[in-house]
């Protein structure tokens, strides 16, 4: 019948209904079905390599706090976009992954281009991989696969879609569903924790980043004042969920097993709030938890409740819990806690270059501007981020959650995006280490043809610092590969289109990421860094 509906208007109906107007892509043969007559209301954002592609849009995700739409070329750009899919699942950041797939008719004798197995190439990194079996069944797939990745644990999901299904008839209109992202916890379970914690003598609270994530900034700050407990950030964390100004902010815990066990001894109960128990990284062997500690959990991911080598969990979205435990706690809101001193106040180091992390983070924390978010991936400077920049507001740390580097460029990138979209004016500032700038590179061109407010400070100490303190850790000289000279990446800056400076003074960084404030458009520092040795404990 003329007029007919096809498979491709219907699923474009329907991510309008769902508010899925921008994708994410990198296009190739198999997916130019589905981009045909591209609609004006929708926008493609190119990314020219998919870990660049898939990282923007978790970006995108973080800062709209919706999610988001990826397209990427059958097998090998889904190879591609696998290790910032590891980021996303980590992270639990709702992705709507899709890749065209070699037309039905011939598939079965494995075309050029066919994505063999192509259910198994994502896993186990998304929530939940499809081919739909009927070109008629694509709209309902991409409705239960946005169903299936914002819900919690929210995460990213895959679809593959042959690329002649889009021109055949629809069954019908889609069915445009809701489904719901907070699951409220056990509150029986959750009055027994509120028991022990009212209990307890020396409580202890960490916060993770699911607070942050669900919006439980504010609920986790009034919760904290009111049990009046020292309060550490998780370790590692993808999101920083409290003040690190805070009164009652003691630092980050350690990310070894003995590390976090030495900080909790002495507290009878400790409280782990939207967080893993715990991530870890270095193996430094110990007891989970000193003598006479005991551990509750809450979080809305039964994977990590199941992880947990200790304690008690309850499941639940982390907003809700705080909001109901603190009608349950008991007000000790005037229990001394001990202050720490986490920031510094004045530096003794060399101005010349190259410079100490120390004199770059100090730098930046004179020129920064309060609103701007900070994503952080320069893996051996953690430690002076903390001491110069802590963060103050919700919603403004993004790092990796999976550990994978090259990240946190189209991470960035992704915000900014994500920022525009939803009308909010900010820079956005990327710490990135000289090695971690390399691996998804590309995503600076995208930044450059958005004229995206990012400013990229790059970190040069010509090595993979970190990976010289793991040599030392694990007693492992001799380690090839650890060095980075002759990268000129002000010169691959302006050769993707973006604004592109050395410095070599304190005075000259804070200078030009000034300039760079003002700049329309993306501008990448890189700055000569001395290589810090970096405390694993
Ligand atoms: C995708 C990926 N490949 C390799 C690694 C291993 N790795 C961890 S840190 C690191 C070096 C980072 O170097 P750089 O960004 O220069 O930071 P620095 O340690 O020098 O501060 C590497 C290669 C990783 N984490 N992820
Ligand atoms: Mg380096």
């Known amino acids: 019948m003329a007029g007919k509906r096809t498979v491709h208007d219907v699923t474009y109906d329907l991510l309008r209904s769902l508010g899925l107007t921008t994708v994410f892509g990198n296009p190739g043969s198999t997916e130019q079905t589905f981009l045909k007559n591209f609609p004006d209301d929708f926008t493609y954002v190119l990314g020219l390599q998919e870990a660049s592609v898939l990282a923007m849009a978790d970006g995108f995700a973080q800062s709209t706090g919706g999610p988001a739409l990826v397209n990427v070329h059958t097998s090998a750009g889904m190879g591609n976009a696998m290790g910032s899919l590891v980021a996303a699942y980590k992270g639990n950041i709702p992705l709507i992954v899709t890749a065209g797939q070699q037309t039905r008719e011939m598939v079965l004798c494995e075309p050029y281009l066919a994505n063999r197995d192509e259910n198994l190439l994502p896993l186990p990194w998304v929530k939940w991989a499809y081919q739909p079996a009927r070109a008629e069944d694509v709209p309902a797939a991409f409705m239960r696969a946005y169903a299936v990745a914002l819900q919690p644990p929210a995460g990213p999901v895959f679809l593959s879609i042959p ?35 009212n209990r307890a003598q020396r409580p202890l609270l960490v916060f993770g980043p699911e607070v942050d ?12 004042e009111k049990v009046g407990a020292p309060v550490y950030g998780s370790p590692l964390p993808d999101r920083v969920s409290f003040p690190e100004n805070h009164r009652l902010y003691q630092g980050q815990l350690p990310m070894t ?32 938890l000193p003598e006479g500690t005991e551990l509750v959990q809450i979080t ?22 705080l909001e109901q435990l603190l009608g349950m706690v008991d007000d000790h809101s005037d229990r001394l806690v001990p202050t720490v001193q986490v920031r510094s106040t004045r530096g003794d180091w060399a101005a010349s270059p190259p410079l100490s992390p120390d004199a770059v983070w100090s730098a930046l924390s004179t020129v920064k501007p309060a609103d701007s978010p900070l994503v952080t991936e320069s ?87 970190i990976l010289k303190s793991f040599a030392v850790l694990e007693k492992t000289p001799g380690v090839p590969g650890l060095d980075l000279p002759g990268l000129d990446i002000a010169s691959i800056a302006a050769g993707f289109g973006c604004r592109a400076v050395n ?12 300039n760079a404030l003002d700049a329309d458009g993306p501008t990448v520092i890189v700055v000569p860094t001395k290589p810090q040795p970096a405390h694993l404990g």
């Not at 994500?418 to 971690?436: L, N």
């Open 300 to 321: 809305a991911d039964p994977g990590l409740a199941g992880a947990a080598p200790v304690g008690d969990s309850v499941l639940g979205d982390a907003l809700l819990a």
């Open 257 to 288: 097993i003995a590390g976090v066990t030495e900080v909790l001894r002495g507290h009878d109960l400790v409280v782990v709030i939207g967080a893993q128990v715990f991530r870890y990284y270095p193996y430094v062997a110990g007891e989970y």
């Open 379 to 465: 893996t051996s400077t953690m430690a002076q981020q903390l001491r110069w920049l802590p963060t103050t507001r919700p919603a403004s740390f993004f790092a990796t959650a999976s550990g994978g580097i090259g990240w946190g460029v189209p991470a960035a990138v992704g915000i900014a995006l994500g920022d525009r979209a939803r009308g909010v004016k900010r820079t956005v500032v990327a710490t990135i280490g000289d090695g971690s700038f390399q691996y998804s590179v590309q995503a600076i061109w995208t930044a450059a043809q958005h004229r995206l407010p990012v400013v990229f400070v790059v970190m040069r100490n010509e090595e993979y610092s």
């Open 213 to 224: 994530r669900c919006g439980a900034w504010e609920a986790g700050v009034l919760f904290a």
């Open 503 to 514: 410095v070599d003074s304190t005075e000259k960084l804070a200078r030009e990421f000034t």
């Open 163 to 197: 690329l002649d299904d889009w021109e055949k008839p629809a069954l019908g209109p889609a069915v445009v569903r809701t489904v719901s992202h907070r699951v409220s916890p056990d509150t029986e379970r959750l009055h027994s924790f509120a028991d022990r914690i």
